[in-house]
Nanobody, 124 residues
Framework: QVQLAETGGGLVQAGASLRLSCAAS????????MGWFRQAPGKEREIVAGILRSGGSTYYADSVKGRFTISRDNAESTVYLQLNSLKPEDTAVYYC?????????????????WGQGTKVTVSS
């Protein structure tokens, strides 16, 4: 079993940057595909980005493409999400999640382990 803990959220102004981290505890972190999701108030949870086990392939939602970057360090059992050029519509609780699928799922139901989330608030 993998336990995930996100850090790095906060309150920033539009245009600023943040770096979210998700530290995993438990064995075999490198065998999991990792994803970042977000959930804004009153909205469904949506995928933001995903990364394959080796880090060789990534996925981004259209809304964040070119602004956010996902990466991972398997030696440190950590996945990161760099958020640049933040907009008020990026305000949400951000979650990391792990799955053993063969590709990068875009639906939350395909992920089996979840962190508690870290809140990102972007003011205009």
């Amino acid at each position: 079993q993998v336990q995930l803990a996100e850090t790095g959220g906060g309150l920033v102004q539009a245009g600023a940057s943040l770096r979210l981290s998700c530290a995993a505890s438990g064995p075999n972190f490198s065998t999991y595909i990792m994803g970042w999701f977000r959930q804004a108030p009153g909205k469904e949870r949506e995928i933001v980005a995903g990364i394959l086990r080796s880090g060789g392939s990534t996925y981004y939602a259209d809304s964040v493409k070119g602004r956010f970057t996902i990466s991972r360090d398997n030696a440190e059992s950590t996945v990161y999400l760099q958020l640049n050029s933040l907009k008020p519509e990026d305000t949400a609780v951000y979650y990391c999640a792990a799955t053993r699928r063969y590709d990068i799922p875009t639906v939350s139901a395909e992920y089996i382990y979840w962190g508690q989330g870290t809140k990102v608030t972007v003011s205009s």
